[in-house]
């Protein structure tokens, strides 16, 4: 539970149950759903082990770079604090995740070279918006795999997820831009 977690980015954060006040395409959405600055895109930390060094994190809604800067506000005001929690390896759920628009790669680089040893995984997105991160040269730094629900994550405790998902990836240095 990120909001009783001391190291996470929304610790300290009281969720209503009763109160859906937040909304992706005009469609209220459960209220445990975290912001982080975006209008369109939120996102919920299910997970994060900090000797391990990883975190999973599921989105839903648009991921929108072009009008809200999503990558920027993800990677500030998220991200940063992780990385400085020692978490080096992300493994992104998207499997909500219905568009993506694209500014520039500029803090997908950034990230990428902040976490050294680590990855980024994105699992469960669907095709045509991995198509869009790809076109964008995106696939430089985060890996997509498994796209149209094709992995089920949800069967996996959160070590055994992170277990298959590094086994599957390549090495940064053995393999970049996959």
């Not at 009763?18 to 975006?38: A, C, K, M, R, V």
């Not at 994060?48 to 506000?73: K, P, Q, S």
């Not at 998207?94 to 070279?113: A, I, K, L």
């Amino acid at each position: 539970m990120a909001e009783e977690d001391q190291l996470s980015p929304f610790f300290g954060k009281e969720y209503s149950e009763f109160e859906f006040s937040n909304t992706i395409y005009n469609y209220l959405i459960h209220p445990q759903w975290d912001e982080f600055g975006s209008a369109t895109l939120y996102l919920k930390i299910l997970f994060a082990d900090y000797e391990t060094g990883f975190a999973v994190i599921e989105f839903i809604g648009e991921w929108n770079d072009c009008l809200y800067n999503d990558i920027m506000f993800l990677k500030r005001d998220v991200i940063d604090l992780m990385i400085q929690q020692n978490i080096t390896k992300f493994l992104l759920i998207g499997e909500s995740v219905m568009n993506f628009h694209f500014s520039d790669d500029s803090y997908y680089q950034e990230w990428y070279e902040d976490i050294e040893d680590g990855w980024i995984v994105a699992i469960n997105f669907r095709q045509h918006v991995v198509s869009e991160f790809r076109n964008c040269m995106i696939h430089n730094y985060v890996h997509f795999a498994n796209v149209d629900n094709e992995f089920n994550w949800r069967k996996y405790a959160p070590t055994a997820l992170f277990e298959a998902i590094d086994a599957m990836i390549p090495r940064k240095l053995e393999s970049p831009g996959l």
